[in-house]
């Protein structure tokens, strides 16, 4: 599967950004989905994570109810919401793709196949 995020921007601390992954090439109701984010010289971090059907989510602990995951298995496309954001929100997001898993795994990048190219978010304070 490829996946192609868009929908990063620079936007100001308390502001909203909606994050998109298309996805083409398999069936992307297969696919447990994730979003990471990765600073210069840090990990690259959970962020949230998907079932296939979109009964299951997990977040991180620093979301705090301020972001939302979720997917259009229709358009093949997954979400991420993101309100009252943080400057230190800022990073690159990536989203992933791979077959189940349960919360250690879809909560760890090393267990993701398949990567999109990441997107910019920038938040000024």
Known sequence: VQLQASGGGLVQAGGSL????AAS??????YAMGWFRQTPGKER?????IHWSGGITYY???????FTI???NAKSTMFLQMN??????????YCAAR??????VLTTSSYYPYWGQGTLVTVSS
């Open 70 to 72: 979720s997917r259009d």
């Open 25 to 30: 090439g398999r069936t992307f109701s297969a």
């Open 18 to 21: 909606r994050l998109s992954c």
């Open 60 to 66: 991180a602990d620093f979301v705090e109810g301020r």
């Open 99 to 104: 077959i189940g898993g349960n919360r250690v």
């Open 84 to 93: 009252a954001l943080k400057p230190e929100d800022t990073a690159v997001y």
């Open 45 to 49: 971090e959970f962020v949230a994570a």
